[in-house]
């Protein structure tokens, strides 16, 4: 058993569930995502055992057909996957947020034609808030939806959809006519449900092509645009428009952990490599790791690793209570992120040379590490929502 990134107090079936992943990872993802990544090849196999396992039910109800586990469960999960390869976790994080979603805030009717067909995983998720320009800025979305008769016509451009080709329902979020004085309260997500491809897939809704990545290879990440694209009034989530903003919020901060998870996973996975290689590796009669210039890179490297997954357990687990976890949600993507991004490169300098080679896995990393510097919001963005929360809880009485 590996010394770090251990979680006390883990039931007895979460210990079950992540043996089995962990397994699985072992077996069935790290041997092919060499091939499969340089090859910007989806990972339908591997999937196909994710659904075997039961993984994209994972935190489903049980009167659902799924599994009924924590948030804390799934990071978990997800942090064994990214170990093996993030764009596999990819794969189920787009599906879990709208999954929660839908658990969370959509009518009954909505959760009983949803939830049973994602359990199995018949039915997959996508997350779409993101528009070109847009930035951070959410309250400037100008995707419209425009009442007409019983249903809306939407109208825009989204962006940067995860899953974007291989989902089958998509929860977006839209601008609607509510007439609030805030932007905000102008926001409301629709469940778009679509099929599967590439090109115009309904009348009225396209989803271009792939978008090339530096890394994040295998998943596909598209746009999606409307242009008259009809959708009926009960698509909206929960029933009443103008509460867009909201459902999206809670949606971005079990995403949050989330992308903690994965970039725990990755620094997991590099320190795993760095600490072999330093092993193997001779210079000067003797392995580079009893050199203490690299001995210090391995003890560091391994603190920032602990650090990081206690941060994210933790904010997993006050979501998991019911308690607010913005600020907690926002260090733990915060340090995790950033600590990936330094873990993996110490990894790539430790290796040298061999670092640079396709060969080896962690160049594969060295690539896969900054998009968590970005997703779900960048570090500056994250400082913003951990300073307001600060200052919130203390306000100076002065």
Known sequence: ?????QTAGLTDVQQEILATVRSFVDKEIIPHAQTLEHGDTYPADIVEGMKEMGLFGLTIPEEHGGLGESLLTYALVVEEIARGWMSVSGVINTHFIVAHM??????DAQ????LPRMATGEVRGAFSMSEPELGSDVAAIRTRAKRDGDGY????????????GSSTVVATLVRTDEGAEKPHQNLTTFLVEKPTGF??????????????KMGYKGVDTTEMVFDGFRIGADAILGGDSGKGFAHMMDGVEVGRVNVAARACGIAIRAFELAVEYAQQRTTFGKPIAQHQAIAFKLAEMATKVEAAHLMMVNAAR????????DVEAGMAKLI???????????????????????EYEIERLMREAPFLLIGEGTSEIQKTIISRGLLREYRSRG
């Open 1 to 5: 058993m590996a010394r770090l990134a």
């Open 102 to 107: 839908i658990k969370q805030h959509a009518t």
């Open 111 to 114: 959760k009983r034609h949803f």
């Open 153 to 164: 016509v939407i109208d825009g451009q989204k962006m940067w959809l995860t899953n974007g």
């Open 199 to 212: 090109g115009e897939v309904l009348p009225g809704l396209s989803i271009p092509g792939k978008i090339e």
């Open 318 to 325: 006050l979501k998991d209570s019911g308690q607010r976890n």
């Open 336 to 358: 995790a992120s950033e600590y990936c991004a330094e873990v993996t490169q110490e990894a790539f300098r430790i290796h040298g040379g061999y670092g640079y080679s396709k």
